[in-house]
């Protein structure tokens, strides 16, 4: 080859840049796969009015009947792809219940664990009611987290059946009926979504689709949930004693005391805290749902008690128990003639990024570089609240983020971009298509 001949190609690489040399040596759509997508656009109507369907159905975690009504919605609907489904009550947990459905492949693939959720945080009474489109947004409780993602789901798994992918693939479904709340024993309310999770070789999660700046992005890790309830007492009299030895400081100074520390002496990468409710006096008690503080005083009395309630998020299981620890100690340091107690409560576990899930996010990119799309970047976990996935993350690597795009999640302005729902579902069904070819 002549140096001419070089110079020219060398830049034609610089001005393709990485993308464009890797669609250049992509090896495309197979027959079967171009049939999926081919499915995909043609199925796309009838999941939008699947969408509306479940989206009309109330399903908010508190309504146990309609959650249930959004499974008996989904039963046929798996059930027509050769699914076994099966819908198992939580009544112990306080919650209805999950869908769990499974698809019998032959035998030799990665096992696939689809995980989405059926309830949604709109109750009833939320004010926020019914599907309505404006163009191709479409906006209602739960159209995006997660009635969206399943969706997705479906639209994903009914192509791969009109193209012959389905067939093969080992695939267990997952809905879970109290993502937005998890009953409790926690234990006992994802303990069948654990044993699907060491049963799989490979998770993908269907809720919201990431985004930064306007890109479409690839997620491997989302941070824990945890609570914490601080209880404060000290020693209550006439106000023209506070601070002296026999009264100390009283309860309100020590929880301002400990919320400040908490403040300057616990922040670090990935981790969040939140103070979401705060009340003392001469009397305090929460409701039965810790969601509420009743407080009475009088402005010249030194208050016996405080309460304080909030959250920290982690990326990691160590994190949870380091940090965990320092808030102890910050809270065992007590101002004269007072005393504190921290409960903590771990309800969402994290899930870390692994290499196996970045190698996932690779093989998704493959799909994107095949379809003709953009490479997707990982998203940072700040982004990402906590979700089910966590709870199968130490036993099998995973995807997040496979469902809708949308905007203004858990508010009355939720929304998702119905444009992106075949999008998804040609990334989902390719990468499942796929991966049922990969021996385990």
């Known amino acids: 080859m002549s140096l001419f001949r070089i110079s020219i190609l060398a830049l034609l690489?610089?001005?393709?840049?990485?993308?464009?040399?890797?669609?250049?040596?992509?090896?495309?759509?197979?027959?079967?796969?171009?049939?999926?997508?081919?499915?995909?656009?043609?199925?796309?109507?009838?999941?939008?009015?699947?969408?509306?369907?479940?989206?009309?159905?109330?399903?908010?975690?508190?309504?146990?009947?309609?959650?249930?009504?959004?499974?008996?919605?989904?039963?046929?609907?798996?059930?027509?792809?050769?699914?076994?489904?099966?819908?198992?009550?939580?009544?112990?947990?306080?919650?209805?219940?999950?869908?769990?459905a499974t698809h019998a492949g032959n035998?030799?693939?990665?096992?696939?664990?689809?995980?989405?959720?059926?309830?949604?945080?709109?109750?009833?009474?939320?004010?926020?009611?019914?599907?309505?489109?404006?163009?191709?947004?479409?906006?209602?409780p739960g159209v995006?987290?997660?009635?969206?993602?399943?969706?997705?789901?479906?639209?994903?798994?009914?192509?791969?059946?009109?193209?012959?992918?389905?067939?093969?693939?080992?695939?267990?479904?997952?809905?879970?009926?109290?993502?937005?709340?998890?009953?409790?024993?926690?234990?006992?309310?994802?303990?069948?979504?654990?044993?699907?999770?060491?049963?799989?070789?490979?998770?993908?999660?269907?809720?919201?689709?990431?985004?930064?700046?306007?890109?479409?992005?690839?997620?491997?890790?989302?941070?824990?949930?945890?609570?914490?309830?601080?209880?404060?007492?000290?020693?209550?009299?006439?106000?023209?004693?506070?601070?002296?030895?026999?009264?100390?400081?009283?309860?309100?100074?020590?929880?301002?005391?400990?919320?400040?520390?908490?403040?300057?002496e616990l922040p670090e990468p990935n981790l969040t805290f939140n103070v979401g409710l705060v009340g003392g006096g001469q009397e305090a008690t929460f409701d039965a749902s810790k969601s509420r503080i009743q407080a009475s005083g009088k402005d010249n009395i030194v208050p016996p008690i405080a309460l304080a309630r909030g959250d920290f998020r982690t990326l990691s299981i160590e994190q949870t128990k380091r940090v965990g620890a320092r808030m102890q100690a910050i809270v065992a340091r007590h101002l004269p003639r007072t005393d504190a107690t921290l409960e903590i409560e771990e309800h969402y576990p994290p899930m870390a990024p692994t290499a196996g899930s970045r190698a996932l996010l690779a093989r998704l990119n493959e799909v994107n570089r095949d379809l003709g799309w953009a490479l997707m970047g990982e998203v940072d976990p700040l982004q990402r609240g906590a979700g089910d996935i966590s709870f199968v993350a130490a036993d099998v690597d995973g995807l997040i983020g496979l469902g809708l795009a949308g905007s203004a999640s858990h508010t009355l302005k939720e929304s998702a971009d119905l444009d992106s729902l075949p999008r998804q579902a040609k990334r989902a069904a390719l990468l499942m298509g796929r991966l049922a070819q990969t021996p385990r």
Request: net charge negative; charged share 20%.
């Open 13 to 100: 690489l610089a001005l393709c840049a990485s993308p464009c040399v890797a669609k250049a040596s992509a090896p495309g759509l197979t027959p079967a796969e171009q049939r999926v997508a081919a499915a995909v656009n043609a199925g796309t109507n009838a999941a939008i009015a699947l969408l509306a369907r479940l989206v009309n159905q109330n399903s908010g975690t508190y309504n146990p009947a309609g959650v249930e009504a959004v499974a008996k919605v989904l039963t046929p609907e798996f059930e027509a792809l050769g699914f076994e489904v099966e819908w198992k009550p939580m009544p112990h947990t306080g919650r209805a219940g999950h869908l769990f």
């Open 144 to 264: 995006g987290d997660d009635k969206g993602g399943v969706a997705v789901m479906l639209l994903a798994l009914r192509a791969m059946q009109a193209a012959g992918t389905l067939k093969d693939a080992d695939i267990e479904v997952v809905l879970t009926g109290d993502e937005e709340d998890v009953g409790s024993p926690v234990e006992q309310a994802r303990a069948d979504l654990i044993k699907a999770g060491k049963r799989a070789d490979v998770a993908l999660d269907f809720e919201n689709l990431s985004h930064d700046n306007g890109q479409e992005m690839g997620a491997i890790a989302r941070r824990s949930s945890n609570t914490w309830t601080l209880t404060v007492r000290g020693q209550s009299g006439h106000s023209s004693g506070i601070f002296s030895e026999s009264l100390g400081d009283g309860a309100v100074f020590e929880l301002a005391r400990i919320l400040s520390a908490f403040r300057t």
């Open 107 to 140: 035998g030799t693939g990665k096992r696939i664990l689809l995980i989405g959720h059926l309830d949604t945080v709109f109750e009833p009474d939320s004010g926020f009611d019914g599907f309505r489109r404006e163009g191709n947004i479409a906006i209602g």
